[in-house]
């Protein structure tokens, strides 16, 4: 009996609608059969996933928008793994499973080191370093110079949420209501890695909290040139309320205040080991930017539009 996976070989141009529909079917009909070997009902993995009862109807008959996230859920619930809801193409010419037999063996963090690995021997990705990424806490001013060093040198200007955002097909707050941290962390170093493919030299601005994340961390460091965007906990403070952010004062002015020196405390040993530091306390945006258009000169190669007076 043919499946829907044997039609996702190539296909003519103007096919993609075709075979997009032949793929949400493959992923369907094994959500479908492996509920069905666990003997769930329907209902049961909608109350198990947290995801709703139509959704999963339409995501078994091939007719949902599958994002990786809700997938991930599923896959959860069913004590599977996501990649056993992934179908191969038609046209790969090398069989398959026995490395997929192998991954299944490994634990998280040997999966993590062993796509690493390939991606560095058959990926095209390298060791030398990508651009400059920026870390630090909100409100440093990671975004401000990370657009005008990008624009200096003709870059691209990358915000790792953003991607996190779009491999999960849904907003970084949604992620977080969906699948928690656990999810969250994973589609973040999904999403480095995808920086890293995807760009030959690049400006990246990272979340805060990554750094606390150390195989994420590690991969950072190793692909690019760090730069810890430094501010005191009192600066951090006023230009995020400049920001219209008002959440930090949800309790009071000094609670808020003794919270983020204490994340500031426990990040800060991370922080340290980032190439390059630059104290944006009490400093106007032009000469951050020119310690920061220095550092840039070994990655992002000379500079290509208007130079930093």
């Not at 529909?21 to 769930?40: F, M, N, P, S």
């Not at 139509?54 to 859920?73: D, F, H, I, T």
């Not at 955002?165 to 994973?186: K, P």
Request: net charge neutral; with cysteine; aromatic share 4%.
């Amino acid at each position: 009996m043919s499946t829907a996976t044997e039609q996702l070989g190539p296909a003519p141009a103007g096919d993609e609608s075709a075979r997009l529909a032949a793929l949400t079917g493959e992923i369907g009909l094994r959500v479908r059969r492996a509920r069905q070997k666990r003997g769930l009902t329907r209902r049961q993995l909608a109350e198990r996933s947290g995801i709703s009862l139509r959704y999963l109807a339409q995501l078994e008959g091939g007719s949902a928008n599958v994002s990786v996230a809700v997938l991930w859920k599923v896959a959860g619930s069913l004590g599977a793994g996501l990649v056993e809801f992934i179908p191969e193409t038609a046209d790969a010419s090398t069989p398959a499973e026995p490395l997929e037999h192998l991954v299944r063996r490994l634990s998280p963090r040997e999966r993590q080191w062993a796509y690493e690995l390939l991606l560095r021997n058959l990926g095209g990705a390298t060791d030398r370093k990508r651009g400059i990424a920026l870390v630090g806490l909100r409100g440093a001013g990671k975004s401000t110079l990370g657009e005008r060093l990008a624009a200096h040198y003709a870059a691209p200007f990358v915000r790792l949420g953003d991607v996190i955002a779009e491999l999960g097909s849904m907003e970084v707050g949604e992620l977080f209501s969906l699948g928690g941290q656990t999810l969250y962390r994973r589609l973040e170093h999904q999403a480095l890695q995808h920086v890293i493919v995807g760009h030959e030299r690049v400006v990246l601005e990272v979340g805060g909290s990554l750094v606390m994340q150390e195989m994420t961390h590690d991969l950072l460091l190793r692909s690019f040139t760090t730069v810890w965007i430094r501010a005191t906990p009192e600066e951090h403070m006023q230009r995020v309320l400049r920001q219209g952010d008002l959440r930090p004062m949800a309790g009071n002015v000094g609670a808020a205040m003794d919270d983020l020196r204490a994340i500031l405390d426990q990040r800060e040993p991370r922080y340290r080991l980032a190439d390059h530091v630059i104290d944006t306390s009490g400093r106007d945006e032009e000469s951050c930017l020119r310690d920061l258009v220095r550092l840039g000169v070994d990655t992002l190669g000379e500079a290509r539009a208007q130079a930093v007076i």
